[in-house]
């Protein structure tokens, strides 16, 4: 079992920052894939970024490319997704997903473990 936690959302102008933890426990971040994907209010859940659990690989989705980057630190048994230049339309629920792959999958089935979300709310 992996039990995902995820802080850091808030309220932030367009332009701004904000970096998003993924606390997990229950197993070691270097045994799992994580991935973030995110929802906003009537929208389909949207992949937006996976790191696998040797860290080799790392995905981004082509909207977030270049603004955000993932990363985690192994000694804290956590995973960021660090945002800058944030859009309106960044505004969504971020939520943390872990998968025991040897890759990543950039969509949501193959994710066992789910957190319960951080709201992300960029104004403009």
């Known amino acids: 079992q992996v039990q995902l936690v995820e802080s850091g959302g808030g309220l932030v102008q367009a332009g701004g920052s904000l970096r998003l933890s993924c606390a997990a426990s229950?197993?070691?971040?270097?045994?799992?894939?994580v991935a973030w994907f995110r929802q906003a209010p009537g929208k389909e859940r949207e992949f937006v970024s996976a790191?696998?659990?040797?860290?080799?690989?790392?995905s981004y989705a082509d909207s977030v490319k270049g603004r955000f980057t993932i990363s985690r630190d192994n000694a804290k048994n956590t995973v960021y997704l660090q945002m800058n230049s944030l859009k309106p339309e960044d505004t969504a629920t971020y939520a943390c997903a872990a998968a025991s792959l040897l890759t990543i999958e950039p969509m949501a089935q193959p994710y066992d473990y789910w957190g319960q979300g951080t709201q992300v709310t960029v104004s403009s």
């Open positions: 790191i696998s659990r040797s860290g080799v690989y790392i």
């Open positions: 229950g197993r070691t971040i270097s045994s799992i894939a």
